[in-house]
C-alpha cells in the first residue's frame, strides 16, 4: 500500500479521524481536509480548507489512487445548511475527483438515504448519492448504520442515562450498528477491491434476513450491561413525544442539541437495519468486533476520558 495515495474528507471527525489513522498504519499516504491548523505526521499532508472551497479540493485530490468522501453534514437547523454539505459538497468532491483523473471514489452516505421523505438528513444524503452513481469516476457508496465506538458522541447521552438505569427510545423498532474500527477497516478495504458500482449497507452482523439488527429494547439493555446496569427502565416514546422532546433539546442546548427536530422524523421510523443482499461480500469484509465487547470497550474509552462518572 505503499505507494497508494488516499485523499480524505472528515479526517477530524469521528469516522474519517478513525479511518486516516488505520490508513496511516496500513502504509497508505494520506492527504486530508481541515478547517484548523493540524500538527505535521509522517505519510500525512493536511489540506487547509472545506467543501465550499474548490481549490482547496483540487489540491486535495490531485495525484490520489482513491478518494474517501467521509465528511457530511448529520445536524442543521435548517434544509439549506443540509444541502450545502450533503449535496453541493458532494458535487464540489466529484468535480475535484474527475479534474484529478479517475481515482475510485468511495462515498459514505447513510441508511437515512433509504427513507428520503422522512428527513432533511435524508434527502440531503439521497441527493449526494445521486451524484456520485451518475458520475463518470469509478465509484462505490456505503451506507453506514449508527456508528458507535471510543471517541463517539452521538451514542454518549444513551451511555450517561443507562447509567442512571434509564433507557429513553424511540417507538418500537428496530435498528443497526457497527463498531467504528469495523466500519475503518471496511473503507480500506474498498480500495483495493475497487470500484464495485454498486451500494453496500454494512452491520456488526447481529440479526438474519427475516429478523434483521437489534430491537430497541434490547441494544438498550446491552448498553446497560455496558455501563454495570443490569437492570434498566426501558421507555419507548411515541413520535409526537419525541418532537416535543427534540424542541426542547433545541431550546436548551441551541447549536449542541442531539435530539433534533430533524432527527426525531427519522428517529421514529421503525425499521433502521442494513438489508442483507446489500451487504459487502465475506470476501471483501466481514464484521470483527463483538457488539456487546465492543460497548464496554466504548465505556471504559469514555470513562478514561472524564466522560462517563
Same mark, same amino acid.
Given at each position: 500500500?505503499?505507494?497508494?495515495?488516499?485523499?480524505?474528507?472528515?479526517?477530524?471527525?469521528?469516522?474519517?479521524?478513525?479511518?486516516?489513522?488505520?490508513?496511516?498504519?496500513?502504509?497508505?499516504?494520506v492527504r486530508a481536509?481541515?478547517?484548523?491548523?493540524?500538527?505535521?505526521?509522517?505519510?500525512?499532508?493536511?489540506?487547509?480548507?472545506?467543501?465550499?472551497?474548490?481549490?482547496?479540493?483540487?489540491?486535495?485530490?490531485?495525484?490520489?489512487?482513491?478518494?474517501?468522501?467521509?465528511?457530511?453534514?448529520?445536524?442543521?437547523?435548517?434544509?439549506?445548511?443540509f444541502d450545502a454539505?450533503?449535496?453541493?459538497?458532494?458535487?464540489?468532491?466529484?468535480?475535484?475527483?474527475?479534474?484529478?483523473?479517475?481515482?475510485?471514489?468511495?462515498?459514505?452516505?447513510?441508511?437515512?438515504a433509504r427513507q428520503?421523505?422522512?428527513?432533511?438528513?435524508?434527502?440531503?444524503?439521497?441527493?449526494?448519492?445521486?451524484?456520485?452513481?451518475?458520475?463518470?469516476?469509478?465509484?462505490?457508496?456505503?451506507?453506514?448504520?449508527?456508528?458507535?465506538?471510543?471517541?463517539?458522541?452521538?451514542?454518549?447521552?444513551?451511555?450517561?442515562?443507562?447509567?442512571?438505569?434509564?433507557?429513553?427510545?424511540?417507538?418500537?423498532?428496530?435498528?443497526?450498528?457497527?463498531?467504528?474500527?469495523?466500519?475503518?477497516?471496511?473503507?480500506?478495504?474498498?480500495?483495493?477491491?475497487?470500484?464495485?458500482?454498486?451500494?453496500?449497507?454494512?452491520?456488526?452482523?447481529?440479526?438474519?434476513?427475516?429478523?434483521?439488527? @437489534?430491537?430497541?429494547?434490547?441494544?438498550?439493555?446491552?448498553?446497560?450491561?455496558?455501563?454495570?446496569?443490569?437492570?434498566?427502565?426501558?421507555?419507548?416514546?411515541?413520535?409526537?413525544?419525541?418532537?416535543?422532546?427534540?424542541?426542547?433539546?433545541?431550546?436548551?442546548?441551541?447549536?449542541?442539541?442531539?435530539?433534533?427536530?430533524?432527527?426525531?422524523?427519522?428517529?421514529?421510523?421503525?425499521? @433502521?437495519?442494513?438489508?442483507?443482499?446489500?451487504?459487502?461480500?465475506?470476501?471483501?469484509?466481514?464484521?470483527?468486533?463483538?457488539?456487546?465487547?465492543?460497548?464496554?470497550?466504548?465505556?471504559?474509552?469514555?470513562?478514561?476520558?472524564? @466522560?462517563?462518572?
Amino acid at each position: 500500500m505503499q505507494d497508494m495515495t488516499i485523499a480524505i474528507t472528515g479526517a477530524t471527525g469521528f469516522l474519517g479521524g478513525r479511518t486516516m489513522e488505520l490508513a496511516l498504519e496500513q502504509g497508505y499516504a494520506v492527504r486530508a481536509l481541515t478547517r484548523r491548523t493540524q500538527d505535521d505526521r509522517d505519510n500525512l499532508t493536511w489540506v487547509k480548507g472545506a467543501l465550499d472551497d474548490q481549490a482547496a479540493l483540487d489540491a486535495l485530490c490531485h495525484g490520489a489512487d482513491a478518494v474517501l468522501h467521509i465528511a457530511g453534514v448529520v445536524n442543521a437547523p435548517t434544509p439549506a445548511l443540509f444541502d450545502a454539505g450533503n449535496i453541493k459538497g458532494t458535487a464540489n468532491m466529484l468535480s475535484a475527483a474527475q479534474k484529478a483523473g479517475d481515482p475510485h471514489f468511495i462515498h459514505v452516505s447513510s441508511l437515512a438515504a433509504r427513507q428520503p421523505e422522512l428527513s432533511d438528513y435524508g434527502r440531503s444524503k439521497a441527493g449526494g448519492e445521486t451524484l456520485v452513481t451518475r458520475s463518470v469516476l469509478p465509484w462505490s457508496v456505503i451506507r453506514p448504520p449508527g456508528i458507535y465506538g471510543p471517541g463517539d458522541t452521538e451514542f454518549l447521552d444513551m451511555f450517561k442515562l443507562a447509567q442512571k438505569g434509564l433507557a429513553l427510545l424511540p417507538p418500537k423498532g428496530r435498528v443497526s450498528l457497527i463498531h467504528v474500527d469495523d466500519m475503518a477497516r471496511l473503507l480500506l478495504a474498498m480500495i483495493g477491491h475497487g470500484p464495485a458500482r454498486t451500494i453496500w449497507e454494512a452491520d456488526d452482523g447481529i440479526g438474519n434476513d427475516t429478523l434483521r439488527g @437489534w430491537d430497541h429494547r434490547d441494544f438498550a439493555r446491552a448498553v446497560g450491561h455496558a455501563v454495570g446496569r443490569d437492570k434498566l427502565l426501558t421507555l419507548n416514546a411515541p413520535a409526537a413525544l419525541l418532537k416535543t422532546a427534540a424542541r426542547a433539546d433545541r431550546m436548551v442546548r441551541g447549536s449542541a442539541a442531539k435530539l433534533t427536530p430533524d432527527r426525531a422524523r427519522y428517529l421514529s421510523w421503525p425499521d @433502521w437495519t442494513v438489508e442483507p443482499s446489500r451487504r459487502p461480500p465475506a470476501s471483501l469484509w466481514s464484521p470483527a468486533i463483538d457488539t456487546q465487547q465492543g460497548l464496554e470497550d466504548t465505556v471504559s474509552w469514555y470513562r478514561a476520558q472524564g @466522560w462517563l462518572n
